[in-house]
């Protein structure tokens, strides 16, 4: 149980254009679910946290009019990067949880801005 | 701010040995504690968690907590290659506080 996938795993995109990832929990309800990026040799960073049918919630120094978080149902959130520039580029991945403490994390989303 | 520390590594553990990772937190009021493990170009897979003092065992894993110290550990005993990666330690409290991890190589 508690299986999160995330789609697409990898993609390369060009420098100004968007990019959307979407993260799933697949046999749960999510009643939060996270947005992490990690840097090579770096350790994860939490980029945001969304509720079902809230706002997200973004850390200090995120921008949310670049990533753009949608969690429209229990089952789904998405992350768009918005006019995506090559320092853009990192592993996005999402986590998930149904409000016990632990958080199931996706696969991830390898991003190349080129 | 709330803080998990964690030695980064790498620590070296031969084949077939008890491999024992440690960290320290900063906020008292967390009462949730998960080790994840984590590959190379990997996301970070939830193997153990625990709540109360004391020992949880696993399998070849055991947690140890200790809320008075303010100390988490995670031992592997038996250790075997496939288990070199990095294991980050989580605190739970208001969210969840991640150190950034022990890199842990097993030599065959």
């Known amino acids: 149980g508690a299986v999160v996938s995330q789609h697409p795993s990898w993609v390369i995109c060009k420098s100004g254009t968007s990019v959307k990832i979407e993260c799933r929990s697949l046999?749960?309800?999510?009643?939060?679910m996270f947005w992490y990026r990690q840097f090579p040799k770096q350790s994860l960073m939490l980029m945001a946290t969304s509720n079902e049918g809230s706002k997200a919630t973004y850390e200090q120094g995120v921008e949310k009019d670049k990533f753009l978080i949608n969690h429209a149902s229990l089952t789904l959130s998405t992350l768009t990067v918005t006019s995506a520039h090559p320092e853009d580029s990192s592993f996005y991945i999402c986590?998930?949880?149904?409000?016990?403490?632990?958080?199931?994390f996706g696969p991830g989303t390898r991003l190349t801005v080129t | 701010q709330k803080e998990v520390e964690q030695n980064s590594g790498p620590l070296s553990v031969p084949e077939g040995a008890i491999a024992s990772l440690n960290c320290t937190y900063s906020?008292?009021?967390?009462?949730?504690f998960f080790w994840y493990r984590q590959y190379s170009g990997k996301s970070p897979e939830l193997i153990m968690f625990?709540?109360?003092?004391g020992d949880k065992e696993d399998g070849r894993f055991t947690a140890q907590l200790n809320k008075a110290s303010q100390y988490v550990s995670l031992l592997i005993r038996d250790s075997q290659p496939s288990d070199s990666a990095t294991y980050l330690c989580?605190?739970?409290?208001?969210?969840?506080?991640f150190g950034k991890g022990t890199h842990l190589i097993i030599q065959p």
């Open positions: 986590s998930a949880s149904w409000g016990s403490s632990e958080q199931y």
């Open positions: 046999d749960f309800q999510a009643t939060t």
């Open positions: 906020d008292r009021g967390s009462q949730s």
């Open positions: 625990i709540y109360s003092n």
């Open positions: 989580v605190a739970g409290a208001d969210g969840l506080t």
